[in-house]
C-alpha cells in the first residue's frame, strides 16, 4: 500500500519499452526521445529556468551582503550580526525558489517523458499541473533521503554512494506509479540486481551536464552582471531535459524487468460472461453426436431409435 492515501501505486505498462534496455539503449532511448519532443522540453525548461534566473538575478541584487572588515578590528564584530543576517536571508529566499522550481521542472519533464514512452500526447500545461500537486510529496521524500544519504556520506563514502543509487528512482515512481513515501521502497527494488549499472548510468549523464554546464558558464561568462545569470539559465535548457528524460527511461526500462508486460495470447480471449458471439462459432460434432438425435424440447441427446427423450421424457418419434 502506498503511504499516499492508502492507495495502491499504479504499474502502468509504457508501449514504447517492452523490455529491459541494456545500457547502451537506456543512453540512445534518451537521446531519442529528447529529439522527438525537443521543442515542448525546451519551452517548459526555458521558461522556468528564465523565472528562475531572474527571481535569483533580483534577489541577489536586493539582499546585498556587506564585505567584512579585516579580523581583528573593531569594526569586524561590530560587523557580524549585519553581515550573517543578510548571508541567512539570501541563502533562504534562493533555498525557497529552488525548492520550489526544480522538483516542478523535473516533475513536469518526468511527466512529459513518461506520456511520451506510453504513446500519450505531451502537453505541457498538464504536465505542470499535474507536478505541482506531487511537489509535497517530492519535499518529503527528498528531505527523508538526504537525510538518509548525508548519514551514509557520514559514515563512510561508499554507503552514502549505495544509498544514493538505492533512492534514485524516486521521483519517477512518486510521477507516475501515484506513490508516497513507498516510493523509497519501490525505488530501492528497480534499482535490485542492478547497482553497478545504475552507478555508471548517473555517471555517464553527470559528466554530461557537467560538461555542458561548464561549456554555458564560459559563454556566459563574457556577458557578466544580471545578464549572466539570465543567459546561463536560458541556455541550460539545452541540456537540463535530459536528465528527468533518463529517470524516466530508466524506470520504465527497470519496471518491466520486474514486470514484464503480459504477451499475446495466439488465440482471441473467451467473450464476456453473459455475451455470446454472433455468428457462434463453428464446432465439430463428436461421435456420440453423430450417432444421436437431440431432444427439441429440453436439447439433451438421445440414442437415435429412441421414441422418447431419457431427460424429460417428450416423445421424439412417432412410432417405433
Known sequence: MSAQG????VNP?????????SLGEVISETFDLYRREFVKFVILFAIIETALGVLTALIRSAVVVPSLPAAGTPQFDSALPGYFGALVELIGLLAIITLISYPLLYGSGVKMASDEIKGEKVDIVQSVNFSLFKIPWMWAVGIVVGIIVILGFIALIVPGIILSIMFSLVIPVIIIENAGFGSMGRSRQLVGHR????????LIFGI???IAGVIVSVITGFIGGVGSTIASSILSALYLPLIPIFLAVYYYSNSVRISPPPTASFYPPPPPP?????????????????????CPKCGALAAQDSIF????????RLTA
Not at 310 to 316: I, M, Y
Open 208 to 210: 554530461i551536464i557537467a
Open 195 to 202: 547497482w553497478g549499472k545504475t552507478f555508471v548510468l548517473f
Open 274 to 294: 453473459g455475451m455470446q458471439t454472433w455468428p457462434p462459432p463453428a464446432s465439430t460434432p463428436t461421435p456420440q453426436q453423430a450417432q444421436s438425435i437431440t
Open 13 to 21: 505498462q509504457p508501449e514504447g519499452i517492452s523490455s529491459e534496455l
Open 309 to 316: 427423450c431419457p431427460s424429460c421424457g417428450s416423445r421424439l
Open 6 to 9: 492508502g492507495k495502491t501505486p
